[in-house]
């Protein structure tokens, strides 16, 4: 009860700790920081919010997994707190991967990496 209290009241401060830290970090930034810093902020709350959806729909399938295997050979011992601890990073892993491409557009456009680099780096398809 008390995590998903947490996460509830975590995700509900949201907006108010997002505003916070942008007044914070807002009289630092230049005109071209700032320019990027709308977008890549809209982007990425989009991206996590599709990978969290994702993330949800394909959910259903490591827990049917999870349950058919422990049937055959084991006890089923699931709790709340177990369940929702699993769902969570689960679904965080999700949220967190669909960043990926915001963060190395990221590092392009501070100069980090270079598109060649990443071109040339490129696993094989």
């Known amino acids: 009860m008390l995590k998903l209290s947490l996460a509830t009241g975590l995700a509900l ?3 108010v700790w997002i505003y916070h830290l942008w007044a914070f970090v807002a009289p ?3 005109g071209r920081e700032r320019r990027y810093a709308l977008p890549f902020t809209v982007l990425g709350v989009a991206l996590f919010v599709a990978g969290l959806a994702v993330g949800f729909v394909t ?8 349950l058919s295997f422990s049937a055959r050979s084991f006890v089923e011992i699931i709790t709340a707190d177990n369940y929702f601890t699993f769902v969570a ?5 999700f949220g967190l991967t669909f960043e990926l491409p915001l963060v190395l557009t990221g590092l392009v456009v501070m100069g980090v990496v270079s598109p060649d680099a990443l071109r040339t780096h490129r696993a094989p398809s």
């Not at 959910?59 to 999870?66: E, F, G, M, V």
């Open 13 to 15: 401060a949201t907006p």
């Open 28 to 30: 630092a930034l230049r």
């Open 59 to 66: 959910l259903r399938y490591p827990i049917d997994w999870l």
């Open 89 to 93: 990073y689960f679904l965080l892993a």
